[in-house]
């Protein structure tokens, strides 16, 4: 039943975690294993994490029981149920100190598909193997021994009409049903005052605790997201859960969207994005901590032009500062002789509220315009003069003239997302049309100034923070307007410098 060190140890998987973590903010990372355990701890008891001694990595659990004490525990938990029939491997090792303990294993199984076990439901069992005693079991102290699983008995627990038989015999016996706990109980030899031993690997399928600082850190917190052009940092945890020195190599896949800053440890000579590990100790863990930093919006434009004919014209400009964010993607290849693994980690970039101005005409007769644009990711200016007046002109689509007389279109709309300022111009049906106008969108100033003369409509509606304003002109208008808002000395102003108009029709709303 109990074994001594064999030398021929099962294959172990290589287990690695990847964590993104940006700043001091959290996001949950992906676990080393997805097995979680709990150290007991009582009056006379007590379980914890030891350096003294280990079977595979530096550390194992050590559990002790004393004076009036009983016994001691340490619980595993399944992330998700694991099907019995699929429990092909249930082993731990363990070294006794002290006594001539005893250890007891208790499976917890799902059978109602709740996954949990409970005490009350009949479809729910839990198994525990018989009591034995290491003297029993013919093993001596302070040797590292494998305890198998498969090699016990077991019985149900409070069902005697359930028999006593193997783990093999159970599984035929309760099939459909999933582990969810287990417990490995260490009890106490009457005898001696104290009874200790180290349990260290134990192995549910293919998961593993081995009781290494890094398992602990297996949960990770990061943030979920970042400013435009803010750093990322990343944290690779990588592992050799087998039981032979790996040679293991880490390749980081990085976002194009991103630029390498630094590494610790550094990356492979000539590389940013390979690290080499060679012959990397069974239960050896390390972490690399990656920088990038993510590209912040720089464009910057001035242009200026200007255009005058006859014919046909259609012009339409959008300039936004606005960025709707993305998501950054990083992902890690972790390969030995024997295994490939991948795992990636996204980074929300946040959206920037910025300014959005579009405008443009359409129109045919004759037609002059000029412009001046300064754009960069925190300002929007734009002056603009066009003239605009109805001829017959003629437009020649495929060796076919087309004789064209309409009137002139134009609009003019800008939005300051982060001032909540808002307006929009729009001009129909106009045979005249002299429009000038500049403005500037930033988050420290707004401002519209206009100048038009026009035979024709307009609507013409603004928001600047709480002030609406809403204007239909139909007839032969000059219009003068300026609105400023400057957030430096919180002050917005609009006026409206002058209106002179022999109206056909008028309409003027105001609304505050
Ligand atoms: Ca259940
Ligand atoms: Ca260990």
Redesign the pocket.
């Known amino acids: 039943m109990w074994k001594p060190k064999p030398s021929n140890l099962p294959f172990l998987l290589l287990v690695m975690l990847i964590t993104s973590f940006i700043y001091s903010s959290s996001l949950t990372a992906l676990a080393l294993t997805s097995l979680d355990y709990h150290l007991g701890h009582s009056k006379y008891g007590d379980a914890s994490i030891s350096g003294d001694d280990s079977f595979h990595g530096s550390s194992s659990a050590e559990l002790s029981v004393e004076s009036k004490g009983d016994y001691i525990r340490v619980s595993v938990y399944m992330d998700e149920p694991l099907p019995l029939e699929d429990l092909d491997l249930l082993s731990m090792w363990i070294k006794p100190q002290y006594g001539d303990g005893e250890v007891q294993l208790d499976l917890f199984l799902?059978?109602?598909?709740?996954?949990?076990?409970?005490s009350h439901?009949s479809?729910?069992a839990r198994v525990r193997s018989l009591k034995e005693s290491w003297s029993e079991a013919g093993i001596s102290l302070s040797q590292w021994n494998e305890l198998d699983g498969f090699d016990l008995n077991y019985e149900k627990y409070q069902d005697k009409a359930f028999g006593s038989g193997s783990l093999a015999d159970c599984k035929s016996k309760l099939k459909g049903e999933s582990l969810?706990r287990l417990y490995i109980t260490l009890y106490k030899d009457g005898k001696v005052p104290k009874t200790t031993a180290f349990i260290d690997y134990i192995k549910i399928g293919d998961q593993i605790i081995s009781f290494e600082p890094m398992e602990q850190e297996a949960i990770k917190k990061a943030t979920k997201s970042i400013s435009p052009g803010g750093q990322i940092t990343y944290t690779i945890t990588y592992g050799n859960n087998q039981l032979t020195p790996v040679d293991l190599v880490v390749k980081e896949q990085y976002d194009p969207r991103t630029s390498f800053i630094e590494a610790n440890p550094s990356p492979d000579p000539g590389s940013t994005n390979v690290w080499t590990f060679r012959q990397l100790p069974p239960g050896a863990h390390g972490q690399i901590v990656i920088k990038v930093a993510t590209i912040k919006p720089s464009c910057k434009a001035k242009i200026e032009s200007k255009v005058s004919g006859r014919g046909y014209t259609s012009v339409n400009g959008l300039l936004s500062t606005d960025f709707n964010g993305n998501l950054i993607t990083n992902s890690v290849t972790i390969s030995s002789s024997e295994f490939n693994l991948t795992a990636s980690a996204d980074t929300t970039v946040r959206p920037i509220e910025g300014s959005i101005l579009a405008f443009g005409e359409h129109g045919s007769g004759f037609y002059k315009s000029e412009e001046q644009l300064a754009y960069s990711p925190s300002s929007i200016s734009l002056r603009r003069q066009i003239n605009g007046s109805t001829a017959l002109a003629v437009v020649n689509l495929s060796r076919c003239s087309i004789p064209i007389q309409g009137g002139w279109f134009a609009g003019l709309q800008g939005e300051n997302k982060i001032r909540d300022i808002r307006w929009s111009d729009k001009y129909y049906h106009a045979s005249l049309l002299n429009l000038s106008f500049r403005v500037q969108l930033s988050k420290a100033q707004s401002l519209l100034e206009t100048s038009s003369r026009f035979i024709g409509m307009v609507d013409r509606t603004s928001q600047w923070t709480d002030v609406i304003t809403d204007q239909r002109l139909a007839g032969n208008f000059t219009i003068t307007s300026k609105a400023t808002g400057k957030w430096s000395s919180m002050q917005i102003s609009q006026q409206e410098e002058g209106l002179d108009c022999c109206p056909e029709i008028q309409d003027h709303e105001e609304e505050i």
């Not at 799902?110 to 409970?118: A, L, R, T, W």
């Open positions: 799902d059978g109602d598909g709740d996954d949990s076990y409970d439901s479809k729910d969810v």
